[in-house]
C-alpha cells in the first residue's frame, strides 16, 4: 500500500513538472522515494551512479573520485530494527555520495527536511542543494537529471540532537532524526538572489571522514513545505 502511495506520488509529480504556491499542503511530503521502498527499484529517483560523468566533458559534478560510487551503495532489506535502509560504505578520503531526486519547489516558500541516520565509521555531510534549469536545456515535465540542471544554492548542513552549528551532521551510532529548515530567514543579499532562482531541492549526501571503514545509513527522508 505504501509503495502504491509512492507510485501516485511520482505520477503526480511526473505530469506536473512544477510546484506553485496556490498547490502546496501543510504536513505533504513532497520527497520521492524517501523510504527506498519502490518494489521496481529500491534508488529509484536517487543519483548514485557518476559513471556516465566520465563519458563527456568535465563538469561541476566531475571527479574520479566517484567513478565507481555505485559499488558502495545500496539498499538494505532490515537494519537496526529499520526496513529499506539507504547504507553507503566508507571510502577514505574521497567519501561515497548520494543525490536525491530533483524536488520542485517555490522560492516563494520555506521547507523542512527530516530523516533518520546513524553511522558505524564514517562522518557525513548532509546538505541541501537548490538548481535551476541550465542554459539551453529545455524544461520539461518529470525528473530532470543533475546534468540538465546548475547549482543556485547550498544549506547548512542537516544536523542531528542537539548539534546547532559546524560543517558536518555528525551523526551517532545509533537511530536519530536531523532536522533541517531552509531557506534561513537571515539570509544575505546574495544568498537571497541564488535562492530566488532556485526552481528544485536535491538531498546531497556524502559519508566523508570520521573511521576508514564502516557504513551510514539513512532511511524515511521527509520534505514538507511549513511556509
Known amino acids: 500500500m505504501k509503495t502504491l502511495a509512492i507510485s501516485l506520488s511520482f505520477l503526480m509529480f511526473a505530469l506536473a513538472g512544477n510546484v506553485t504556491a496556490q498547490s502546496w499542503r501543510r504536513g505533504e511530503n513532497l520527497m520521492f522515494n524517501g523510504s527506498f521502498d519502490n518494489e521496481d527499484d529500491p534508488l529509484s529517483g536517487w543519483t ?16 574520479r573520485h ?38 520542485p519547489i517555490d522560492s516563494d516558500g520555506r521547507y523542512r527536511l527530516t530523516m533518520y541516520a546513524k553511522t558505524s565509521g564514517p562522518n557525513v555531510r548532509l546538505i541541501i542543494e537548490g538548481y535551476m534549469w541550465r542554459p539551453g536545456i529545455r524544461p520539461h515535465d518529470g525528473i530532470p537529471k543533475l546534468t540538465e540542471l546548475r547549482k543556485t544554492f547550498r544549506s547548512k548542513p542537516v544536523y542531528f540532537g542537539s548539534q ?13 532524526r536531523g532536522v533541517r529548515e531552509f531557506p534561513d530567514k537571515d539570509m544575505s543579499r ?15 549526501v556524502v559519508a566523508i571522514l570520521g573511521k576508514p571503514t564502516g557504513s551510514l545509513y539513512i532511511d524515511d527522508v521527509v520534505l514538507e513545505r511549513i511556509e
Open 190 to 204: 546574495q544568498a537571497l538572489r541564488a535562492w530566488e532562482r532556485t526552481e528544485f531541492a536535491v538531498l546531497h
Open 48 to 63: 548514485y551512479n557518476y559513471s556516465f560523468l566520465y563519458q563527456r566533458e568535465a563538469t561541476e559534478f566531475d571527479s
Open 66 to 103: 566517484y567513478e565507481e560510487n555505485h559499488e558502495r551503495v545500496e539498499v538494505l532489506e532490515h537494519e537496526g530494527g529499520r526496513r529499506n535502509v539507504l547504507r553507503l560504505k566508507a571510502n577514505p578520503p574521497a567519501g561515497t555520495k548520494v543525490d536525491g531526486p530533483p524536488i
Open 164 to 176: 546547532s552549528d559546524g560543517n558536518f551532521s555528525n551523526v551517532t551510532g545509533g537511530w536519530s
